[in-house]
């Protein structure tokens, strides 16, 4: 469980919006940014233990929360899939709102080279690289449908994965 410190450096605006009989919605849009990756300073490692802690630590309330997580996430992962399949990886690098170099952007694009869209899952599924081959994805021209399911699927285990850490947590502490 959150301790009153570790749910005090949420940002306090996201802190009240969650405790809002509306929090769900906040949740899904921060979700849709976080999975857009235009959300950098709040990562979901902090935000689902943090709605937990806000919107009580029971199994039922973790599973919301994940569910709201997913398809936020998938939302936001699809949106920038999407834009990266029509923009093109030049115009990409060029943008503002991208903050991914050139260098990483190879990096990424070589294990969707090498292990195809099975890396999809696995990336979304890791820290540090959630989310991370979606760009990869969309040049490479991936089905959109396979895409949703794939990245869905990995957002599902690493949000399982957190609010399991943090009902777990709960009980020891």
Do not use: C, H
């Not at 749910?7 to 009989?21: E, F, G, I, K, N």
């Not at 170099?101 to 099975?118: C, I, K, N, T, Y």
């Amino acid at each position: 469980m959150l301790s009153p410190l570790q749910v005090s450096q949420l940002p306090d605006t996201l802190r009240d919006l969650l405790a809002a009989d509306y929090g769900l919605f906040v949740l899904f849009g921060v979700f849709v940014l976080e999975g857009a990756m235009l959300l950098y300073v709040v990562p979901s490692e902090l935000v689902v233990p943090g709605a937990l802690a806000l919107l009580g630590g029971s199994v039922e309330t973790a599973i919301l929360v994940v569910a709201v997580a997913v398809a936020g996430a998938t939302v936001g992962q699809f949106a920038l899939f999407t834009v990266a399949k029509r923009a093109g990886r030049e115009r990409l690098l060029r943008s503002r709102w991208f903050r991914i170099s050139d260098d990483a952007l190879d990096r990424f694009e070589g294990w969707f080279d090498r292990w195809g869209p099975v890396v999809v899952p696995v990336s979304n599924t890791l820290l540090f690289t959630r989310g991370m081959v979606t760009v990869p994805a969309g040049l490479a021209g991936m089905d959109d449908r396979r895409f949703v399911l794939l990245s869905a699927l990995g957002t599902l285990s690493f949000e399982s994965i957190l609010a399991a850490l943090y009902l777990w947590f709960g009980t020891v502490l």
